[in-house]
């Protein structure tokens, strides 16, 4: 084994030297494919529009396991409110403390480890080992996995499974595997009436009583009672805005913005139709209702079986801890994977990720290839 693939930390600190912020990749594909190519792997990039995307995979034969995750990070913020440069991958007292450290070049390093290790003790795999790496899911996430898994698809490329690195774990390494994720809507509703005098109502259309009553209906709307790995689907009201800093004036105009995230008992097409439903039902005269709703992801859930079993047996083994499988928290890049193969998420601890002197604790580091080298053990075995 090289020095970039013999422990995880060395990579990890060559990728946050690259200062990727999306969508800029600033070299890091580059850094992750020569360290992929020491291992044996065939590496082929897929840019779309201003992102880089790399597949690479070692092994022609199924089943093809694939570990997938992004080499883009989030800005800095205010550069002068860090302790380190947060592009200099610098060690402090046991931690690695730079932006990506946590999400999640280390994840990405533990993963080229975890195969260098594998392929030291056991050789060349009974099937293939893959990597889906891109360089805009902090960003719109349009130019990344999304195209590159039809392109992949469209060079005859097949997923068995998908393993994500996000960093899912909360309290203590390894203790939330996520199998699954909720849906996001995201909403915005615009109502126009007709402006005018307060004291002639009857020459104005106001806008604001159609929004409250499209907004009570939003809020008494039961969406469900949770489903299998879920949690209640909730809607949350985020912004209400007229803009009429006037007693006296009937605004032209009123607005509101939601968000729903939703488990598996509604689609996003679902709960546009009721949406628009309830909408309709909302009008009142002289005022027209717009919507305007984009569904971000659709909820999935990866069932319980040996896939998950391996990655719940390979923590308890590394770190004593009995892992829970959960679907809550954001979206991730997951949401594409789970339409070509089972796909789970483990990762380091989160409670850092996107914040001034996000930091990993080297030794944790460890421990994931580790994990990373137990679950291919199990896949492989």
């Known amino acids: 084994m090289t020095n970039l693939t013999s422990s995880p930390l060395g990579l990890t600190q060559s990728l946050i030297r690259c200062a990727s912020v999306t969508p800029e990749d600033a070299g890091a594909l580059g850094v992750l494919e020569d360290a992929l190519r020491t291992l044996g792997f065939d590496c082929k990039r897929y840019p779309f529009e201003d992102v880089d995307n790399l597949y690479a995979r070692l092994g022609t034969e199924e089943p093809n396991f694939c570990f997938a995750g992004h080499t883009d990070v989030v800005p800095v913020g205010d550069a002068a409110a860090w302790s380190v440069d947060p592009f200099g991958a610098e060690v402090r007292d046991g931690k690695l403390i730079a932006r ?3 999400d999640m070049k280390s994840q990405i390093a533990a993963f080229v480890t975890a ?15 893959s990597f889906l790496i891109t360089g805009d899911e902090e960003g719109p996430a349009v ?24 960093p ?31 004291a002639y109502p009857d020459k104005a259309a106001n806008p604001v009583p159609a929004l409250l009553k499209f907004l009570h209906k939003l809020e008494n709307w039961h969406l469900d009672d949770g489903a299998p790995g879920f949690q ?3 809607l949350e009201i985020t912004s209400v805005d007229v803009g009429n800093a006037a007693h006296n004036v009937i605004a032209a105009r009123a607005e509101a913005k939601f968000n729903i995230r939703f488990n598996t008992n509604h689609t996003g097409q679902s709960l546009k139709d009721e949406i628009t439903r309830l909408a309709v ?12 709703l984009k569904v971000t992801g659709e909820s999935f ?32 890049d997951a949401r594409f994977i789970k339409d070509y193969c089972p796909v789970a998420e483990l990762g380091l601890k989160n409670d850092t990720a996107h914040k001034v002197d996000e930091f990993t604790e080297v030794s944790e580091l460890e421990q994931l290839a580790d994990i990373y080298t137990g679950i291919l053990a199990r896949y492989f075995g």
Do not use: W
């Open 232 to 234: 209640p689907t909730n």
């Open 168 to 198: 899912t774990s909360e309290q203590t390494l390894g203790d939330v595997i996520k199998n699954g994720r909720r849906g996001s809507l995201n909403a915005k509703v615009v109502v126009t009436g007709k402006q005018g005098h307060v």
């Open 143 to 166: 130019n990344g996995t999304i195209k590159l898994l039809k392109a992949i698809e469209a060079d005859g490329e097949t997923l068995s499974h998908g393993l994500v690195g996000e």
């Open 100 to 102: 990506g450290a946590v």
């Open 281 to 292: 039902e909302s009008k009142t005269a002289g005022c027209e209702i717009d919507l305007d």
């Open 301 to 332: 859930y990866t069932q319980p079986s040996d896939f998950t079993s391996m990655i719940v047996d390979a923590v308890k083994d590394v770190t004593g801890v009995d892992a829970e499988l959960t679907t809550g928290g954001g979206t991730s």
């Open 115 to 129: 195969v260098a290790r594998h392929l030291e003790a056991h050789g060349e795999p009974k099937g293939s080992i």
